[in-house]
């Protein structure tokens, strides 16, 4: 027995000396020193020294490292990198701002795309960090009701101001029941393509036949789906926003399939403690709801939406001085307002709706998770704007620039949550909504040794988002991320983006060949 023990214990000596060995010998590609590393899954809150080689975490330890590529951390947090699951600005130049706004994964799961793998063509080769969408509801409804083809970037191929010429048809009338199938075989395609979830914008459509939506959720259950969605009615009145949130819980609830309710204050509004705890209580319940909120008291969408049909003013508590058009800053009237409803129907504006007093609820809300609802930025006449543009040329919400970096500021200034928890609402908790459908999703959003090295690296004292409301300021990059890593690869270097390079991957539910 003894001697068997001796063994034991003397084999366990030799196995940590030679691991001892081994970290010290390795020459990482990538070291970065004195990092207060904090990982939200576990709760790990040290400073430590990260070993990168190839794509992946290798180490993360108290013991000094070296590396090909060396980054001294100090006084800089190394939080897993951030996932936003509302990033509509798939286009070069807003994903750059993303990037530097501490992003390494941009998914637009709210409007999503269809046909779902034309948008995977069109970003490949593309993704300054890692890209993907849900199935596009309301893109089957162009097809079906208006027949416009969105080509996989309904957003950034003015495929709704297509829709102009037929009447709007995919947000102002009910589908027939033949409809509904054709809309429901484009979903399923969808889905099979490796769309990540079903995004349902129905606040864009809100005459939509409930029973339609029934079928969506039905479809969900059957092929392990979920649904995301902006709800029906942005009102305080009845039908009320409130109400709309109620619809698309009450379908999750009764098809179990998880629910994503994209920025909860812009549909509840005043109600969004009430809606806050409605959600609450349903996850008590088993229910898999998870809510999401952008950190701006003010929200931005084209001009033509229903939000503004007749009798908004009453609906929204807002008149035309809380509407600014996007391009020139303009602060709307009666008069412009109609003309650019008419002339522009797909022209972004901006609104100011949301009480910061709501707003701050959902900010600090452990589980509400941060997406920037970013827009396409766009030049001053409404055309994309290159890869290469410069800062604050792009017109549109600040958000698309600056959510993670004003989310961070106000959530580390306000103080009620601890640094992991306000990391967890900016990648674990985004993971945990999508990690059935796309399992490698497992690999990021965490700081841990195996996990794909997807690293942002803040300075807690100066981070901020910079972009404001004003022209020329609504497309500035954040301040404070200095360094972000997808892939292994670094693509922000003391705070400048790193020209030329595409280390993003598709993230992608399962594809299904048929
Ligand atoms: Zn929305």
Known sequence: MKSIKIIIVSS??????????EKKDIKYDIVISNARVIDPETGFDEVSNIGISGKEIKTITSEKISGKKEINANGLIAAPGFIDHHAHG???????????????????????????????????????????????????????????????????????????????????????????????KLVIQGINEGGIGIGIMVGYYKDARSDGLVRIAKIANEYNSFLTTHTRFLSLS????????????????????????HHVPTNALTDTKIVLDMIDTANKNNGKITGEMFPYDRGSTFIATEILSEGWQERTGMDYSDLQWAETGETLTEETFNKYRKERPEGYFIMHHIKEKDMMLALIHPNIIIGSDGMVYTDDKGQLLSEDAEFGLGRGHPRGAGSYGAYLRLAIDEGSLSMAQILAKTSYLPTNLIEDIVPSIKKRGRLQEGAYADITLFNPNTVDGVAGYDIGTSSLPSKGFEYVIVNGQIVVEKGVLIKNTYPGEAIRGMVVNN
């Not at 366990?12 to 060995?21: A, F, P």
């Open 90 to 184: 798939q286009d070069p130049y807003s994903t750059k701002l993303g990037v530097l706004d501490g992003k390494t994964t941009q998914l637009d799961l709210e409007a999503g795309a269809l046909p779902v793998s034309k948008f995977y063509d069109y970003k490949k080769g593309k993704g300054i960090s890692n890209y993907g969408v849900s199935v596009g509801h309301a893109f089957a409804r162009t097809v079906v009701l208006d027949g416009v083809d969105s080509e996989g970037i309904g957003l950034l191929n003015h495929s709704l101001e297509k829709t102009g010429v037929t009447g709007n048809k995919w947000a102002s009338t009910q589908a027939t029941d033949a409809q509904l199938d054709e809309i429901d």
């Open 12 to 21: 366990i000596i030799s196995i940590l000396l030679v691991n001892c060995g």
């Open 238 to 261: 009845q039908p009320s926003g409130t109400l709309g949130i109620q619809e698309m819980i009450s379908l999750s609830t009764s098809y179990n399939v998880p629910l994503l309710v």
